[in-house]
């Protein structure tokens, strides 16, 4: 348990394990309870080892948090003294249920090509979220204009992959939401992570880092809705907001999103959906709002996605404004379009 607490210049800030060595892990798992507590120039500020919480014979979600914490590296590190590199703030292993509240994650170090990440998952699920304790982080939140705010969003700054999961072997709930996310290569990379939530953040694209806000790959389930795409910087040319690859044929939605001033709003690659027209079902395209990008919904070269998007019952209904080259390519002879507007 940490309050107001600092833990600097360590190999591992935290680890839930015992070990007669570094090397011979004796037994995993633990709890870690921060609150407004500083982890700097940590090769890893916390490692989380594989654990399964059970109440009865019912597996529940690991009791630690962090509430309001800062994760940070820069140039006043020891890293390069002591031979070694950043990794990342967070590691989970088979863990469910960490969460994370109101949390910043940085990588203010220059000069460096292999930036890490902030939270990097493997078989494990987590939650990134708001601090709004007026109502329990319930929403809608009544913590604005409140005359003192006191909602904290997550926020993820400077990173290669600001969060990357993967959960090839098992079922893992990932949820992010309220969640700001800029100057990172990648802002949430999701590698066979279904049924994840994605929600309400905010991605800024278009430095010389900022490549990529979300990519879905070979996960199926999700729920991504009510973020924010947009470009903040002339530097970069070619940002993507959100990446489809291979997703399966599962009727997806990726909805009420707003995408500005981007190259590829949304790029689908790989199988995202069924290729009969008789019975179509996958990725869909719903009630988003497209402004100024280059290309709004851009279906790769022998690539899938729902043949048509929406129903002459129910329309796709995304609004296409300022398009520099195409809203939908191929064209909506190739993929069915439907709008009720």
């Known amino acids: 348990i940490l309050n107001n607490a600092t833990i600097e210049n360590a190999r591992n800030a935290i680890s839930t394990r015992g070990a007669d060595t570094n090397a011979v892990y004796e037994h995993t798992g633990g709890i870690i309870q921060a609150t407004n507590t500083t982890f700097r120039n940590n090769r890893r500020a916390a490692e989380f080892l594989e654990y399964e919480n059970h109440y009865g014979s019912n597996v529940t979600d690991n009791t630690s948090r962090f509430t309001r914490c800062t994760f940070t590296v820069d140039d006043d590190n020891l890293f390069a003294s002591n031979g070694t590199s ?56 009544g913590c604005y204009n409140s005359g003192s705010d006191t909602v904290r969003r997550c926020s993820f700054t400077g990173f290669s992959e600001a969060v990357h999961a993967a959960n090839t072997l098992g079922a893992y709930d990932i949820t992010l939401d309220n969640c700001d996310f800029a100057y990172n290569t990648a802002g949430v990379s999701l590698y066979a992570a279904d049924n994840a939530r994605v ?42 907001g959100i990446l489809c690859d291979s997703t399966g044929t599962a009727e997806n939605i990726i909805r009420l999103n707003s995408f500005t001033g981007l190259y590829t709003a949304c790029n689908a690659v790989g199988t995202n959906g069924a290729i ?23 279906v790769s070269s022998s690539s899938l996605v729902r043949p048509y998007q929406g129903s002459s019952s129910q329309g796709a209904d995304n609004t296409f404004t300022g398009t520099l080259t195409s809203s939908l390519y191929p064209s909506s002879g190739t993929l069915g379009y439907y709008d009720s507007t």
């Open 86 to 141: 950043f990794l990342e703030h967070v590691s989970l292993w088979k863990v469910r249920g960490v969460k994370f509240n109101g949390c910043d994650f940085r990588n203010e170090t220059t000069g460096s090509s292999t930036r890490g990440a902030g939270i990097l998952s493997i078989e494990a699920g987590f939650t990134a979220k708001r601090v709004c304790p007026q109502l329990s982080n319930s929403d809608p939140c």
């Open 199 to 240: 929600s309400f953040c905010d991605f800024a694209l278009g430095d010389s880092l900022s490549v990529l806000g979300l990519q879905l790959s070979r996960s199926s389930g999700f729920t991504v809705e009510g973020n924010t795409f947009h470009k903040h910087s002339k530097h970069y040319p070619y940002p993507t």
């Open 276 to 298: 009969p027209r008789v019975s179509p079902s996958g990725l869909q395209y719903q009630c988003n709002s497209y402004n100024g990008n280059t290309y709004d919904i851009f």
